[in-house]
């Protein structure tokens, strides 16, 4: 066809797992530095909240953490999409290559909540709008694994789980709107989590910054775990063969 | 077009009438667990009246789980599924039809049977017509978003709790506006936008999740 550098021979399971394996220390180094950089400034630099006290630093962990649940959710769901229309074996093994992370943060996110809503609000939990979906969202995640690991047939597992993730992703948003009336109808104005707008950049700098660490660290990860997947799936072929005993071709 | 949904429905009602058994361990099943609740919180009218709404309806959720994964198995085991999957007609109107006989044998038993356990738990009348009203135009979503939870299951061991780890959470925003709608009833802010989303809720799941649960099964027939 042509000699230009063409996307799409990354698609192939051989050739990305070399590439792959180049590609995570980067995304790991990245996550690193991302990651001191944002903690320095969120544990040195940013000021002491007036009304929160210290506790509130705990934000630089739980945000970031809210925001990969989602988003890795959405690219899950994008891997499925493309899996399911072309045909492609890499897009599943992506797709369940993010699922651990994904719900781990989701996971995290609920963890480093309950932490600050004890000394902020005075309880672990609340049934926030919030709240209650990220949790719906880890039962979402839970949901995936666990079909995915029920199914013996790889290709029948990326598929199932795929149009799950699919019908998933199309109810998310009805989840959040029912949860969000139900929580304003239910008990009206209870604990509020919109933040005062006056959020000093000194904290917003460091937000970013650990939200790019943990978005790099999601990477790293997820192309470490596709890396495994491959080869376990692969395992029939010869260059996992010639991988595995060391041999160059 | 229409005419496969309908034998699909006819078929499906006479195979369950035969086997009246599996209809009526889900009913007793709905009313042993609404009836265990007053004996787990105490017998207050006041506290049993505002529960009411939350328990039934959960019960009612779980009743429809409880005869979900028969919806494709028996087909599946002796072959009738792989026949209506290579028939002519599209599998998402084979699918349909197993739904709605689904919900006439599980979900408006659970309609015409929930008034009479609401009376346990000292409803009004008011309420108790919107909850039949809100089990009746909620349940037939429940069953769809179940098909697509059974066709995904299917075959697969472990395959009841795994369907529960699927379907619960999407059941959700029907939990909600089914018993926000009788607890608003209750409250005397009037059940009518709660029964609204419902019936969307209801009308979008009978056209969509027929065919996400045909795609599922022809992923699971390969």
């Not at chain 2, 309908?6 to 667990?33: K, M």
């Not at chain 2, 179940?146 to 709790?161: K, N, P």
Request: net charge neutral; with cysteine; glycine share 10%.
């Amino acid at each position: 066809m042509n000699d230009r550098f063409n996307l799409y021979r990354f698609a192939a399971p051989a050739v990305f797992y070399p590439l792959a394996g180049r590609l995570v220390p980067w995304f790991a180094g990245l996550a690193a530095i991302f990651g001191l950089a944002g903690l320095a400034l969120g544990m040195l630099v940013a000021p002491t909240d007036f009304q929160q006290g210290e506790g509130y630093r705990i934000i630089f962990i739980h945000v970031p953490a809210s925001w990969m649940s989602m988003f890795i959710y959405l690219v899950m769901a994008f891997w499925a999409a493309i899996g399911l229309a072309f045909n492609t074996r890499l897009s599943g093994m992506m797709a369940q290559a993010l699922a651990p992370t994904g719900a781990l943060m989701a996971f995290l996110s609920l963890w480093t909540g309950a932490l600050w809503g004890k000394p902020m609000w005075g309880a672990w939990w609340v049934w926030d709008a919030r709240l209650t979906s990220e949790l719906i969202l880890l039962f979402l995640y839970i949901g995936y694994l666990a079909l995915t690991a029920a199914i013996d047939d790889p290709r029948r597992a990326d598929k199932a789980g795929g149009l799950l993730l699919l019908v998933g992703v199309v109810n998310v948003p009805i989840i959040y709107f029912s949860v969000k009336w139900w929580n304003t109808l239910h008990q009206g104005a209870s604990v509020s989590l919109t933040r005062s707008p006056s959020m000093a950049s000194v904290m917003l700098w460091g937000m970013l910054l650990m939200a790019l660490c943990f978005w790099m660290y999601t990477i790293a990860v997820a192309l470490l775990r596709v890396r495994t997947i491959l080869l376990e799936r692969e395992r029939h072929t010869d260059w996992v063969k010639a991988e595995l005993t060391g041999e160059t071709r | 077009m229409f005419g496969i949904v309908i034998a699909v429905i006819a078929r499906d009602l006479r195979l369950a009438l035969r086997r009246q058994a599996d209809i009526v361990s889900a009913l007793f099943f709905f009313v042993i667990v609404v009836s265990l609740f007053p004996l787990g919180i105490g017998p207050e009218p006041d506290l049993l009246r505002k529960l009411a709404p939350g328990v039934l309806w959960v019960a009612a959720l779980l009743a429809t789980m409880l005869s979900l994964p028969r919806l494709f198995a028996d087909d599946h085991r002796d072959g009738t599924l792989e026949q209506l999957a290579l028939a002519p007609h599209p599998l998402g109107l084979v699918v349909l039809g197993k739904v709605v006989a689904h919900w006439l044998v599980s979900g408006l038993p659970l309609a015409l049977l929930a008034p009479v356990l609401g009376l346990q738990f000292d409803l009004s009348a008011d309420a108790l017509v919107v909850l039949t009203g809100s089990i009746l135009l909620g349940t037939p979503a429940l069953s769809g978003i179940g098909g697509i939870g059974a066709a995904l299951t299917l075959g697969l061991r472990g395959g009841g709790v795994l369907l529960s780890l699927l379907v619960l959470p999407l059941y959700i925003p029907v939990l909600i506006f089914g018993a926000g709608a009788v607890d608003a009833t209750v409250t005397g802010l009037g059940g009518q936008a709660h029964l609204s989303l419902l019936a969307a809720l209801t009308c979008a799941a009978l056209g969509f999740a027929p065919w996400a649960a045909a795609a599922a099964l022809k992923i699971a027939l390969e």
